[in-house]
């Protein structure tokens, strides 16, 4: 598994790189036009689209708004299930029960079904599908902590902070969090991977922000305007090869960060 | 039964929730709440508009209006779509079976080849080809479902010409219904068997190490005779428990598929509702999936608590 992990992190490298500064790496700003539905050519590489952008230029443009929305959706999604994790496995009894049944309830909701919903309610931006997905997505986060601090909470240097008279907060937040993060860790990746996934599907389903283009998005534009019918290859190919990685690499990352904590795939 | 009564009663606070939501949400929106809950693109007169504002109760108390929800939700009334100038029930009902045949397929085809090829990969984990299959597996876990079926539909409808590009039948015969919804059945049961590959491989490793296998090994048990009489039992309980839940997504999971290949079923029901802002189709819709997936999970559960007493044990 260690050749697939350095694949994974070039990889990942990689497209943080063309996130970081698409401008230096793309052959065309992305105001700049010529004739649409161009084929490939030495002046573009992957072609030009309907309203004749580049698309090579564009799916380099893309990156930074896919990673964006994966990555900020994972992070919210973390923060909310490591505290309602950890408060939830520090503080048995009424506090613990409610959590825990509020993310039984989360994990019960038709995820995507309502996110479309919202997002159809709500103008499409990039935020607001960062907030819903992110919202959404921290129920398996919240009990895999939760099941870590309940062993953690007994051992003998929580007990003795205890003992020391430190505070709760201050307990959580210095004694067991270190000790919880190699489990966080690989599911993070895993929560912003399943954010790109379901950003992919909502920008298919017209639900994206059409003022910030990402992969997901360029494949539906190419789907409805015309690619796909001209057998534009690629138009749509590039886009739907670099989700795939993407998400393959950040996967295979958590695989190898989490490799040796079984709870983390037990959910 | 402490642990049915339990999983119940977060079930029913799970579908308060969805129902308020639906309730809350057009109202919560900027703007006259009668154009969000009859769609914004929605041409209607001026009295209709009026004769619809009393019928939902919109010049009432937020609390009288949940009341005539609630009662009309009762009354199986899932409102009007106005652009398709139907009834959301009606039209629920007469796309859902299409929906229901090809995903529940594509469901009971991914469990079988999930199981045994799971299983495989599981007890032979460390050869080339257990390896292989579980890459494959989560290759495919990591596409979008969209776009596999979008790849799938190139190569072998545009560029082989095997298959017709889109709709359920050109006549209403049991072949040609076949021929057309051989592609999309095809891209969901790869989806759902490489997820179950996945699942079912982990909790073999997981059950190959445990103690009883390694005692019906020294006992004499041959290593088929483990795998079959031992170890399989008790790592086919997530995949079942998992194969139950996929049910309740019977209605949603195979959205973008569905749009792909142009099938008339809920999934292009909803895309068109998205795409129209015909509000009344989208919040049936998730109340319907919200049902039946809780169905699913209660089914789950179930399964779950008569296969395995251990799970009846934890929850006391």
Known sequence: MIQVNRYALFLMIVFIILAAVPGLLAP?????????????????????????????SELIYSTRISLLVGFAAGTLATVIGLIVGLVAGYYKGGVSEVLMGMTDVVLTIPKLPLIIIVAAFLRPSIWILILILGLLGWESIARVVRS????????????????????????????????IMHVVAPKYMLATAAAMLSEASLSFLGLGDPNNVSWGMMISFAFSRGGFIRDMWWWFLPPGICITLCILAIAAIAFSLGEDSREVWQD | MGYIANRLIRYAVCLICIITLNFALPRAMPGDPVWNIIGEDVYVSEEALQEIRRELGLDRSLFEQFQ?????????????????????????????????????????IGAIIGFLVGAYTGWRSETRMGRLISVLSLVISCTPAYFLGLLFLLVFSFRLGLFPFKGLYTEPTLASIAHHLFLPILVMSLFAASRNILIMRGSTILEKASLYALYARAKGCTDRGVLYVHVLKNASLPLIAQVALDFGFVFSGALVVEIVFTLNGMGTLIYNAVLGRDYPILQGSLLLIAITVIIANLAADLISAVIDPRIREVGR
Not at chain 2, 89 to 97: A, K, P, Q, V
């Open chain 1, 148 to 179: 870590k601090v309940l062993q953690i909470r007994e051992s003998g240097f929580v007990m003795g902070a205890q003992c020391m008279g430190f505070s709760h907060p201050w307990i959580m937040a210095s004694e067991i969090v270190p000790n």
């Open chain 2, 68 to 108: 005539i929800y609630i009662s009309s939700l009762l009354h199986f009334d899932l409102g009007y779509s106005y652009i398709l100038k139907s009834s959301v029930f009606d039209l629920i009902i007469s796309r859902m079976g299409w929906t229901l045949l090809f995903v529940g397929i594509a469901i009971i």
């Open chain 1, 28 to 56: 065309y700003g992305l105001k700049e036009r010529s004739l649409p539905y161009q084929d490939p050519s030495l002046e573009h590489l992957l072609g030009t689209n309907d309203i004749g952008q580049d698309i090579l």
